[in-house]
């Protein structure tokens, strides 16, 4: 990409004398082979100036063109995966020779930064198409509907690790104070499974998973510990192997539980893992530090969960829906 060359002052001299003479721009654009937007510019800066020399800059020149800012913003658009080396070596063949951080700095000033890609579940076709179905179908329900429903699924919870992550205040040169560390073990150091529910009114149940849950186990958690529903509630589940195995739908079906149909690969439309981020962030800053530990302060703080934020959460699903619309069925913020 070759820069536009600077005309030379005798050249710019010639416009302006051309100009006086009462020559129009395009008449002094064709007799010296000058566009006739250079000429008007030029003719403008005499005009205001009384000069056709170069005019004080605010700062250094951009090293990379109108063109190449349009071309390097199209690229990334199309491909946000591209790296800053693909950038400088895309720029260097059309002829603009620039550095990486340079390459950051004009996307800066377009709107753009470097982040880490978020991982999402993997949304194939069918996925897409049935989560629309859903949000649509589900739109307009009113809200008293989703004050219905009990929302529940499984997650588990490491002793030490990400889920204990935070962010500390701290001076210069004291990261390594014990205050502002985090204790890690290899491999983890353990973790337990759960299994919970709740409802605008409030947290459910909370119950630890020690084995690797099946079908029976499942159904004798749904049976004994967890589930008290009221006629004319809704219990919902996602498509996990165990939960639409036919004998799990069978006594579902004889206990008369209404079960909401899901669509798969859709943990953003299920409002429970708003509450197991809380209940991660409390538990990591208890700081448990044995398995037994972890599980008792895991059911205390699930517990102290405010009914005012699982009503928040139901009452504001119709916004989760509306995001899957906007986002062509794919995963939302949520």
């Known amino acids: 990409m ?44 005499w005009k205001t100036y009384k000069t056709t020399d170069n005019l004080p800059r605010s700062g250094a020149p951009r090293k990379i063109p109108p063109r190449g800012v349009k071309m390097t913003t199209r690229t990334v658009s199309k491909n946000p995966r591209t790296t800053r080396g693909d950038l400088v070596n895309d720029l260097q063949r059309a002829g603009t020779k620039v550095t990486k951080a340079t390459i950051s700095n004009t996307l800066h000033c377009q709107g753009l930064k470097s982040c880490s890609a978020r991982h999402v579940p993997l949304l194939k076709p069918v996925h897409v198409r049935a989560r629309l179905k859903f949000a649509r179908e589900h739109l307009d329900d009113p809200e008293e509907d989703w004050e219905n429903v009990i929302w529940s699924d499984e997650t588990k919870i490491e002793l030490f690790g990400k889920n204990s992550t935070y962010r500390v205040w701290r001076r210069k040169n004291a990261e390594l104070h014990p205050k502002n560390t985090i204790p890690t073990v290899k491999h983890g150091g353990g973790n337990i499974m759960l299994w919970g529910c709740f409802s605008a009114k409030g947290p459910g149940r909370l119950i630890r998973v020690k084995e690797r849950m099946n079908g029976a186990m499942y159904r004798e958690i749904l049976s004994k510990k967890a589930l008290k529903m009221k006629r004319g509630w809704v219990f919902q589940h996602d498509n996990d192997p165990k939960h639409i195995a036919r004998a799990t739908k069978e006594w579902l079906r004889k206990k008369h539980f209404k079960v909401l149909e899901w669509p798969s690969q859709s943990p953003d439309l299920n409002p429970i893992e708003n509450l197991w981020r809380e ?51 794919y995963i939302t913020k949520y």
């Open 279 to 329: 209940l991660e962030i409390h538990v990591a800053q208890r700081q448990p530090q044995t398995i037994t530990a972890l599980e008792e302060i895991c059911m205390e703080e699930w517990a102290k969960l405010p009914a005012t934020v699982c009503k928040n959460l139901v009452a504001t699903y119709r916004k989760r829906l509306t995001s899957v619309i906007a986002n062509k069925g």
């Open 2 to 45: 070759d820069k536009t060359k600077e005309l030379s002052k005798d050249t710019r001299n010639k416009i302006v004398d051309l100009h006086q003479a009462g020559k129009t721009e395009s008449a002094i654009g064709k007799q010296l082979g000058v566009k006739k937007s250079t000429v008007g510019a030029i003719i403008r800066k």
